[in-house]
Structures are given as C-alpha cells and as structure tokens.
C-alpha cells in the first residue's frame, strides 16, 4: 500500500529498530536463591527477617506508636496543613469517629460542582481541575485556553526519545515503563534539578502532555509486538484533551466518538486529586521536603500508585468482577454471591489475598462521592453497551460484601464503596485494557501530586523525618571464627 493511500494520522510508522518500546527482554541469569537454592548456610539469609522484624503487637501499644501513620480508632495522624483539597468521611466528637456523608472537595470547590458543570456545557473538565489544582484557582476562559495549549506543546516527545524509550517486557507492568521514561525526560530536561516555581509548572505540564501518549505507546507497542504487527503511531495532537489523547492512540483507525471521550474525562477529574494524606501524594510530599527533582519524587508516586493496596486496586476490582462473573452460576443470587464473596475473604477464591476489592476507605465511612458519580455514568453506559446484568452484579457486590465482612471479619466499622468497584467496568466499556487502568489513575493524579509537591516545597519547606523507637537488645561482638 503506497504511503499516500494511508490515512495521515497513520503515517509514522516505527519499527523495532526504531523503538525499543518493542523488545522482549529477560534476565538470562536467574536469580540466587533459584541458581543456588536457599538450603543450608543461605537459611538464615532468606529467614532471618522473619525472626528479627516480626515486632509483638504489645509493644506499639505500649509506645503508642501510630503503625501506618493511623491512630487508634483508624483515623489518619494529622502531619501537615494543606490548601490543596479536603477529604471528608467522619467527624470526631468527643474523641471518637463518628460516621458522615463523604464530601471531597478541591481548592473550596466540590467535586460534584465540578464535573456537573463541565458535562452540563459538554466540554472536558479534567484541565480546568488541573488549572485549579496547580495555580489555585478556577480559570477564565483565557487562562484556561491558555493552559490547554501550553499542555498541548508538551504532547511530543524529545527527539530520539523513542530509540531509547523504556521497553515493555512481557512480563512488565506499563507503571513500571511510566516511571522509566519520567526518569529519562530528566535526561532532556536542560535544568533538571531546578525547583524555583517556573520549571515546577513547566514539568509538570509536561509531564500532564506527555505521559498519555507515553502510557499509551507502551501499550500498543507490547500489542503489535504479541501479535506480530506494525506499531502506528497517530502524530500528536496539540488541540486534543487529556483524554482523546490517550483515546486517540488507542483506537486506531476504529476513532472514538464525543460522548466516550466525555466520559474518561469524567473518570480522569475524579482522580485529579484526593488529599495530603493518600500514600503516593504523601510520598511526593516525602521526596519533595528533600530537595530532590520532580522527575523524581514524580517517578516515587508513580511507584507508591503502582501497589495494589493504593492505585492498582482498581485493576484488581476488575479483575475480581470478572473472577466472580465466571465462578457464580446465578449473578441474580443474593446466596449464590454471598458465598462466593465468603470463599474471597477467607482466601479461597479469586487471587488468596482475602480481599474484597471496592469495599473499604481509609477515610469515607458511609460513602465515597466519587464512587456515587461513577456509578451514574456507568449505568448510562452499561445501558448503551447492553452491560446492564454486570452493573446489577456489580451493585450486589455492594451490598452484599459488608454483610458478609462482618460475618467473616467481625468488623463492626462503616465499610463504605470506594470508586475502584466501578472504575474498570467503565473502562472495560470504553475499551480500555486492563494495563491502562493504573496508569490512567497516575495520568489524572499527576495535577494533584503537582500541587502537593509545590505546598511542600514553597510552604512548610522542611524536610519530613518521622521517628522509630528502636526495640533491640544489645549484643556482644563475637569474632568471625568463633560464631556457629
């Protein structure tokens, strides 16, 4: 087919010599404890954390130490002051959490205002948050336009990047190649370690253009290399959201329309932002009270994200959906699911890590506001998509999982929905692989860490060195030839 019949969009094509994105590669040396086994004099190598690091529970009582940065009654340890956005899920009164509608809002603003008012004028939102997040305040229609395109500069990638961009193995998660390519834009970056304001904004608008393309060639590379294609690359496009970005590169020549669009725009605004206090936000607050580079306090959150306890769980509570649909014969059972959710728990079922992915919030108690909103959009969609019967499954998950933690568990707490229990039933209706889910998350979550990053470091601008009470005997040295 002559170059001229290929759509234009479609006209770079890359090769593998020209993209390391699609190479395969593995260790070919394994590692120790399977070259040399773990018998004998590498027991206590292997072991030995078992013995030393396994601290009685009594003794963080005893020290009132706050084990996860929580208090007693499972409240988060309060660090920090922030301007940045304000979680809601309980009051304390008189010293105890009591249960309360969960409400977050950004910069003063709710969220629910929010994303209402962009889907209402049908036009993406998810920049506006941004806007607000890293300058402070909503945007005019200029400054907003203005910020769109300063993003939309930033959609390249350097020259020659893509003969060094990192490799998609096949065992490897796009996260990981998220983190490896933020650390290589450090390498183009004239002024890497410059952290005045200026090149804060300027990194991280670059980082809010590049890393869905990034997320997304990684993606299709590993694609056209399992099954043995050409890797087509559609030109970046400046006028383009955040997400007709990642869309654009995804689909092909299969397009997208208006309304889907639309609604990733809608999930990326509910993941802009969500407090101080979550545990990549706080690790970008660690890296930053530093001094250390954006590139890599950035590259630390993805990392943090990447953990299925914090980011990766809504790839989790896809794939849980999914382990459920196959493994209950009558999704209209309330006993039927019940017991299938009970094997979960009591780690017979699904991954044996004997949880319920969806159910439980470190802060909200009786609702997640963002899971509310999903929810709304997903049974829109599920109707158009003929998805109805996995939402009505989906919703007795929702109901049926606290009652049957507290049968199993004994936990007597609020256990409320959090938004990874329908995140990845919308993206698997807009199409989009299980690999993108986390990464699109870290692309949403990119303003709210930039925002974070900037308070720490123009603010409280002191380095964040928590304490831990040593609990060890001392010993006599021994020399080498004398220990057994």
């Not at 390498?187 to 904004?201: L, M």
């Not at 997320?215 to 006028?239: C, F, G, N, T």
């Not at 829109?380 to 929702?398: F, P, T």
């Amino acid at each position: 087919m002559p170059e001229s019949s290929i759509p234009r969009r479609f006209r770079k094509l890359l090769t593998a010599r020209e993209t390391s994105a699609l190479l395969s590669a593995m260790d070919a040396y394994p590692m120790p404890s399977v070259s040399m086994g773990i018998d004998g004099s590498a027991q206590q190598l292997y072991d030995g954390m078992n013995h030393v690091d396994n601290i009685p529970s009594e003794l963080y009582e005893l020290y009132d130490v706050k084990r996860g940065l929580r208090n007693a009654d499972g409240s988060g340890v309060l660090v920090g002051l922030t301007t940045v956005s304000s979680v809601h899920g309980y009051n304390k009164i008189n010293g105890k959490v009591v249960p309360d509608e969960g409400h977050l809002m950004i910069r003063g603003y709710d969220m629910y205002d929010l994303v209402a008012a962009a889907q209402q004028e049908q036009r993406f939102g998810y920049e506006e948050v941004a806007y607000l997040l890293i300058a402070g305040s909503l945007p005019t229609q200029e400054q907003l336009d203005d910020f769109c395109l300063r993003v939309g500069t930033r959609r390249e990638l350097p020259e020659g990047y893509l003969s060094i961009f990192p490799r998609r193995t096949s065992s490897h998660s796009i996260m990981n190649v998220l983190q490896r390519a933020t650390l290589l834009l450090y390498a183009f970056d004239p002024t890497p370690d410059d952290t005045k304001p200026i090149h804060e904004v300027d990194v991280a608008l670059s980082l809010l253009g590049r890393w869905p393309r990034v997320a997304s060639i990684a993606y299709a590379a590993d694609h056209a290399d399992r099954y043995d294609q050409k890797l087509r690359i559609p030109p970046a496009r400046p006028e383009y959201s955040i997400a007709e970005s990642i869309l654009d590169v995804l689909r092909g020549d299969g397009g997208f329309t208006r309304e889907e669009a639309l609604l990733l725009d809608v999930m990326l605004m509910l993941h802009a932002e969500h407090g101080g206090g979550n545990n990549s936000a706080f690790t970008t607050r660690v890296l930053s009270s530093s001094g250390t580079d954006a590139y890599s306090a950035y590259a630390a959150a993805l990392g943090s994200l990447k953990g299925p306890k914090h980011g990766g769980a809504n790839y989790k509570a896809g794939e849980m959906i999914d382990d459920i649909a196959a493994n209950v014969n009558n999704w209209e059972s309330d006993d039927e699911v019940a017991a299938y959710l009970t094997k979960i728990l009591q780690r017979e079922a699904f991954d044996g890590a004997g949880l319920i992915y969806g159910l439980g919030h470190a802060v909200y108690t009786v609702t997640d506001p963002r899971a509310e909103i999903v929810k709304t959009y997903a049974a829109s969609l599920a109707a158009e998509k003929g998805e109805l019967e996995k939402l009505q499954l989906i919703g007795r998950v929702e109901r049926l999982g606290p009652e049957v933690m507290r049968d199993v568990r004994g936990i007597t707490k609020p256990i409320s929905t959090n938004i990874d229990m329908y995140t990845g039933f919308v993206y698997q209706m807009l199409g989009i692989p299980q690999d993108l889910f986390t990464p699109i998350f870290a692309i949403a979550r990119m303003a709210g860490w930039a925002a974070h990053r900037m308070e720490e470091l123009y603010g409280s601008a002191r380095i964040i060195r928590p304490a831990y009470r040593a609990v060890i005997n001392e010993s006599s040295y021994a020399p080498l030839a004398d220990r057994s």
